[in-house]
């Protein structure tokens, strides 16, 4: 079955060839909302996957129904999404995974995020004077690349849960960029609004622009022989292929001889990285358990803080049409970010209160500050003082985070289940670009300050760290079983739309395609950010009302998701994006 893996997936992408390849088409802006429309539910009995890209999905779906597992289908998904959706993911970013081991009815959280190198100092975004750099002029170059986590989390997991031939799982991707991919409508339009910071690196401007120098148009063909070298030396040496030798050296030298901008990344800090298996973080919310991704992601956290906030309300009989609702909703998150900006960094650094801010009897006290009918006032909304072990003091921090990532979703045959958020952070990350793939940004998402009026802050940068992430992989257990697999994109939104998801599927019944596709709403920092074009502008007026501050704009998730019920399985891929879900 396994020889006939290649040959399947091949077949796989010309049945999954979307239309913009048919044709040169103009490219649509992606960053237009299409939230009124709705996702297509798909149903399956045996197997699925959901990912941001038709071509990703279809070759993993391939590998499931040659009866691989969902880690082999994973390592597939994430090698072609580094093809096709180069500007999300890829090897030269980093990831978490959230895995549900049917056989062992286990569920296991894997960190590959990436790591500051350990040359850099918690000056690295400070400039002569002590001032913060201005974000984007930290993100492009070698300064903001983390040492990448994908290919040593991938390995990691296929060695534990992977069924099929390593080394066959990365040909399909590599036989797609050497026979080259169509340019799709979404990368097309999101190079030609890169600006100039695309172009500033020779590798990645000849990569996505033409000849003249003009932005690739959707339905291009692009070839990328680099990218399916890399994928053959990996395929054969395994991981330590990327993580020492040529590609490391190339890795090394990219980000420091980067022009204007160059990092302090050396040979031993990608030798050194490890991935780390972490406890997964879960709150129990009427009767279920929602499970997540820990630190040093603020994901798990964030999401069950506010789920643990609203358990005191009847935010089922409110309904989603209510004001009211959304009231609570936004100021449980409010109060959920106020403690995330505080306390939460990476734990193997600074030691974090994760459990108390996790306590029924915190969170009951913070809920009860939710109780009167008007907005929280700016100076009501602090962290707060959970329980815990150490006497530290950590002051507020301001880290920006922009778009890109992808997230997807796989349930095999056994009942595995995948979840996994994967990014290089902005879109496009660093801007460079080494043997057929992008370099990360990750360590702009450190806060740039080091103090808050002579507080440290807890998610400065350190040598060896991981900054925190908002990414929100999410697994919902009933009665110790899988029964929900979500996430998505969207920096440090991403805790708004999977909590406004999980809160939809649980409270208001909705289905997988109704949550996913469901206009957003949400307030992180006190402003109520509501989703353009959507219903979700009616609610703007009732909610200045309350007192807030309304912003409505473009909210660029990218929820994929897949229901386990005993009937078979459910999934659907957010219509803002280019995603399918696939099973049989
Ligand atoms: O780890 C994080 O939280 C961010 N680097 C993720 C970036 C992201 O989702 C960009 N979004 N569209």
């Given at each position: 079955m396994q020889r006939n893996l290649f040959a399947c997936a091949l077949a796989a992408l010309v049945l999954?060839?979307?239309?913009?390849?048919?044709?040169?088409s103009d490219a649509t802006a992606p960053e237009a909302s299409t939230a009124t429309s709705t996702a297509r539910l798909v149903t399956a009995k045996s197997y699925m996957v959901a990912a941001a890209n038709p071509i990703a999905a279809a070759t993993g779906a391939e590998v499931l129904k040659q009866g691989g597992s969902a880690i082999d289908a994973a390592v597939v998904v994430q090698t072609?999404?580094?093809?096709?959706?180069?500007?999300?993911?890829?090897?030269?970013?980093?990831?978490?995974?959230?895995?549900?081991?049917?056989?062992?009815?286990r569920l296991t959280t894997l960190d590959g995020r990436e790591t500051a190198p350990q040359m850099a100092t918690p000056k690295l975004f400070l400039d002569k004077d002590g001032q913060p750099l201005k974000f984007m002029d930290a993100v492009i170059g070698g300064r903001s690349v983390g040492t990448p986590g994908t290919v040593r989390l991938l390995q990691e997991a296929h060695n534990r849960w992977g069924r099929q031939d390593w080394n066959r799982l990365l040909e399909p991707a590599a036989a797609l960029a050497d026979a080259g991919f169509a340019v799709s409508p979404r990368l097309a339009a999101l190079i030609a609004e890169a600006g100039d910071g695309l172009k500033k690196y020779e590798a990645t401007r000849n990569y996505f622009f033409d000849t003249s120098g003009a932005p690739l148009k959707a339905g291009a063909l692009l070839k990328n022989a680099a990218y399916a070298e890399t994928l053959r030396l990996i395929g054969e040496r395994g991981a330590d292929a990327f993580y020492t030798g040529r590609i490391a050296e190339a890795i090394v030298d990219t980000v420091r001889m980067a022009a204007g901008n160059p990092g302090v990344l050396v040979l031993n800090d990608l030798a050194d990285y490890?991935?780390?298996?972490?406890?997964?973080?879960?709150?129990?919310?009427?009767?279920?358990?929602v499970c997540g991704m820990g630190s040093p992601s603020s994901g798990a956290v964030a999401v069950g803080q506010t789920l643990g906030m609203i358990e005191n309300f009847d935010i089922k009989g409110l309904g989603p049409d209510n004001p009211q609702s959304w009231r609570i909703i936004g100021d449980a998150q409010r109060l959920a970010f106020a403690d995330r900006g505080r306390y939460l960094a990476d734990t193997d650094f600074v030691p974090a209160p994760i459990k108390g801010l996790m306590e029924k009897d915190y969170l009951g006290k913070r809920a009860a500050l939710l109780d009167g009918d008007k907005a929280l006032a700016d100076d009501a909304v602090k962290a707060g003082e959970p329980e815990w072990d150490h006497a530290l003091l950590f002051g507020r921090d301001k880290a920006l985070e922009l778009p890109s990532t992808s997230h997807f979703v796989i349930v095999d045959r056994d009942g595995n289940v995948v979840s996994m958020t994967t990014t290089i952070e902005n879109g496009f990350g660093s801007r460079l670009m080494t043997n057929g793939f992008l370099l990360n940004n990750e360590l702009t998402d450190f806060s740039f300050e080091t103090h808050d009026n002579g507080v440290p802050i807890a998610n400065r940068v350190e040598p060896g760290k991981r900054p925190r992430?908002?990414?929100?992989?999410?697994?919902?257990?009933?009665?110790?079983?899988?029964?929900?697999?979500?996430?998505?994109?969207?920096?440090?939104?991403?805790?708004?739309y999977v909590t406004q998801a999980l809160i939809a599927y649980i409270d208001w019944g909705k289905d997988v395609s109704q949550i996913v596709a469901m206009p957003h709403l949400l307030n992180r920092f006190g402003t109520f950010e509501?989703?353009?074009?959507?219903?979700?502008?009616?609610?703007?007026?009732?909610?200045?009302?309350?007192?807030?501050?309304?912003?409505?704009?473009?909210?660029?998730?990218?929820?994929?998701?897949?229901?386990?019920?005993?009937?078979?399985?459910?999934?659907?891929?957010?219509?803002?994006?280019?995603?399918?879900?696939?099973?049989?």
């Amino acid at each position: 079955m396994q020889r006939n893996l290649f040959a399947c997936a091949l077949a796989a992408l010309v049945l999954a060839t979307p239309a913009w390849s048919q044709q040169a088409s103009d490219a649509t802006a992606p960053e237009a909302s299409t939230a009124t429309s709705t996702a297509r539910l798909v149903t399956a009995k045996s197997y699925m996957v959901a990912a941001a890209n038709p071509i990703a999905a279809a070759t993993g779906a391939e590998v499931l129904k040659q009866g691989g597992s969902a880690i082999d289908a994973a390592v597939v998904v994430q090698t072609m999404l580094g093809l096709v959706e180069p500007q999300s993911s890829g090897l030269g970013g980093g990831a978490f995974l959230v895995y549900y081991d049917a056989g062992r009815k286990r569920l296991t959280t894997l960190d590959g995020r990436e790591t500051a190198p350990q040359m850099a100092t918690p000056k690295l975004f400070l400039d002569k004077d002590g001032q913060p750099l201005k974000f984007m002029d930290a993100v492009i170059g070698g300064r903001s690349v983390g040492t990448p986590g994908t290919v040593r989390l991938l390995q990691e997991a296929h060695n534990r849960w992977g069924r099929q031939d390593w080394n066959r799982l990365l040909e399909p991707a590599a036989a797609l960029a050497d026979a080259g991919f169509a340019v799709s409508p979404r990368l097309a339009a999101l190079i030609a609004e890169a600006g100039d910071g695309l172009k500033k690196y020779e590798a990645t401007r000849n990569y996505f622009f033409d000849t003249s120098g003009a932005p690739l148009k959707a339905g291009a063909l692009l070839k990328n022989a680099a990218y399916a070298e890399t994928l053959r030396l990996i395929g054969e040496r395994g991981a330590d292929a990327f993580y020492t030798g040529r590609i490391a050296e190339a890795i090394v030298d990219t980000v420091r001889m980067a022009a204007g901008n160059p990092g302090v990344l050396v040979l031993n800090d990608l030798a050194d990285y490890r991935v780390r298996e972490r406890q997964p973080v879960c709150i129990s919310y009427r009767a279920l358990d929602v499970c997540g991704m820990g630190s040093p992601s603020s994901g798990a956290v964030a999401v069950g803080q506010t789920l643990g906030m609203i358990e005191n309300f009847d935010i089922k009989g409110l309904g989603p049409d209510n004001p009211q609702s959304w009231r609570i909703i936004g100021d449980a998150q409010r109060l959920a970010f106020a403690d995330r900006g505080r306390y939460l960094a990476d734990t193997d650094f600074v030691p974090a209160p994760i459990k108390g801010l996790m306590e029924k009897d915190y969170l009951g006290k913070r809920a009860a500050l939710l109780d009167g009918d008007k907005a929280l006032a700016d100076d009501a909304v602090k962290a707060g003082e959970p329980e815990w072990d150490h006497a530290l003091l950590f002051g507020r921090d301001k880290a920006l985070e922009l778009p890109s990532t992808s997230h997807f979703v796989i349930v095999d045959r056994d009942g595995n289940v995948v979840s996994m958020t994967t990014t290089i952070e902005n879109g496009f990350g660093s801007r460079l670009m080494t043997n057929g793939f992008l370099l990360n940004n990750e360590l702009t998402d450190f806060s740039f300050e080091t103090h808050d009026n002579g507080v440290p802050i807890a998610n400065r940068v350190e040598p060896g760290k991981r900054p925190r992430s908002s990414m929100s992989p999410t697994i919902v257990m009933k009665d110790g079983k899988p029964l929900l697999a979500i996430g998505s994109p969207g920096g440090s939104q991403i805790i708004g739309y999977v909590t406004q998801a999980l809160i939809a599927y649980i409270d208001w019944g909705k289905d997988v395609s109704q949550i996913v596709a469901m206009p957003h709403l949400l307030n992180r920092f006190g402003t109520f950010e509501i989703e353009a074009g959507t219903q979700a502008e009616k609610l703007a007026d009732p909610l200045k009302a309350l007192g807030y501050e309304v912003k409505i704009g473009d909210m660029n998730s990218g929820l994929q998701a897949i229901e386990i019920t005993a009937d078979g399985l459910k999934g659907s891929a957010d219509p803002r994006r280019e995603g399918v879900a696939i099973g049989e």
